[in-house]
T-cell receptor
Framework: DGGITQSPKYLFRKEGQNVTLSCEQNLNHDAMYWYRQDPGQGLRLIYYSQIVNDFQKGDIAEGYSVSREKKESFPLTVTSAQKNPTAFYLC???????????FGPGTRLTVL | AQTVTQSQPEMSVQEAETVTLSCTYDTSESDYYLFWYKQPPSRQMILVIRQEAYKQQNATENRFSVNFQKAAKSFSLKISDSQLGDAAMYFCAHPPPVQNFVFGPGTRLSVLP
């Protein structure tokens, strides 16, 4: 079955710690994305990557970092510089331009 | 900058009735795509329907259809014969040319039995 996986589903971390969220896809998509969703709100773009070894900042990149060493993988690191990291994080991928984005199930990050 | 507006933060509909969710967008492109996504309580984002701007015909997927008005930059979603499982957040989305999506703020739809 083709799809996008995110792990873990729930993540708890202490304030000041960096944490990495996993995103893997087996859809052979070139483009991958990270979004943040706060309660009752829409999706805000953190980073996106259109090709391996290349990525661009989205609207709210401060305090986050990404890598794209493999086509299938696009991990997101939430650093201690992110002022309010508690949120729901969604990863997505897409194929040709204009095609829909396919989403993973999301990771709920809580910083204590 | 690309923007997507959903002017109805919340809507409700009686089961088996029809409801229309509104979306307007801003673009300088002549050919583009528009999408409606559904996010149920599980928070999984699910594609509902897609419209290509160059197509005159409004897209339809079973009980879901759109009213696409290109000149007015309007893209509303109509849900017919509403079911309890339709209760969710609905997001309108428009990808600019560089593939990243711009999502609207969402409309929370409640379905009343």
């Amino acid at each position: 079955d083709g799809g996008i996986t995110q792990s873990p589903k729930y993540l708890f971390r202490k304030e000041g710690q960096n944490v990495t969220l996993s995103c893997e896809q087996n859809l052979n998509h070139d483009a991958m994305y990270w979004y943040r969703q706060d309660p009752g709100q829409g999706l805000r773009l953190i980073y996106y990557s259109q090709i391996v070894n290349d990525f661009q900042k989205g609207d709210i990149a401060e305090g986050y970092s990404v890598s794209r060493e493999k086509k299938e993988s696009f991990p997101l690191t939430v650093t201690s510089a992110q002022k309010n990291p508690t949120a729901f994080y969604l990863c997505a991928s897409s194929g040709r331009e204009g095609n829909e984005q396919f989403f993973g199930p999301g990771t709920r990050l809580t910083v204590l | 900058a690309q923007t997507v507006t959903q002017s109805q933060p919340e809507m409700s509909v009686q089961e088996a009735e029809t409801v229309t969710l509104s979306c307007t967008y801003d673009t300088s492109e002549s050919d583009y795509y528009l999408f409606w996504y559904k996010q149920p309580p599980s928070r999984q984002m699910i594609l509902v329907i897609r419209q290509e701007a160059y197509k005159q015909q409004n897209a339809t997927e079973n009980r879901f259809s759109v009213n696409f008005q290109k000149a007015a930059k309007s893209f509303s979603l109509k849900i017919s014969d509403s079911q309890l499982g339709d209760a969710a957040m609905y997001f309108c989305a428009h990808p600019p040319p560089v593939q990243n999506f711009v999502f609207g703020p969402g409309t929370r739809l409640s379905v009343l039995p």
